[in-house]
């Protein structure tokens, strides 16, 4: 795969990035079968109810996390869905890191934008195509719950219950953003995210399961430059 075909693909959405097919699968609610009702969720951070600044001061706590994935992709052009393991670092200094264990590539987004690393250590990184230069930054705007940035480019609904599980739904603002994917699902539990959703269309979608966190870990000299740029 070229250097240009694989920066198309990232800019999709940043766990959608281990180079093989979608299978069709019918589509995914965030909220069905869920006890709580959605609600828009619109104003600045200091203005929102007192419930979601206590999630948000959660969620800011984290500083670095480090936790397994396992990827589901869906998509009309294959029989079975394809699955892919790996493991997710996040720093608000450095960015995010996912490392695949079957390829054993690594992909790094950070504000400089996107790099993957092959499992020989070569690097290759560039700017990223017109239609899908705001995807980095937005994603880091997620990772980093930055709730200000957040509400410029998505329309945001969201739902808590009193377990301290919560639900989040963001649909893009943007024009350009929603040719890559139409709305964005996530799900956690107090300052864990559980579940992430890139809703592609009417048949395609990308899951993104989180196990075995570890919050605030205390990355060495060694692994800051395994993970991250």
Known sequence: MSMNAFHKRAAVFLVALAFGSFVKAPDSSLYAGEPCRPLEISGK????????????????????????????????????PVAIEGEIHFS????????????????????????????????????????????????????HFDWDTLLTLFHIEGCQEPTGEWRLLLTPLDPETLKAFRAIRIKGVGEKVGTIVLDQGPSQRVEIAMSEHQFNPEFTAAELKQYFR
């Open 45 to 80: 951070e200091e203005a929102l109810p007192q419930e979601w600044k206590v999630l948000l001061d959660r969620l800011h706590t984290v500083k670095t996390v480090s936790a397994t994935f396992h990827e589901t992709r869906f998509f009309s052009l294959r029989k079975h």
């Open 92 to 143: 608000r200094e450095r960015g995010l890191s996912l490392l695949y264990k079957s390829s054993q590539r690594q992909l790094v987004v950070d504000e400089e934008g996107l790099l993957m690393r092959s499992s020989a250590g070569k690097t290759s990184g560039g700017k990223l195509p017109p239609e899908a230069g705001r995807i980095p930054g937005t994603l880091l705007s997620l990772f």
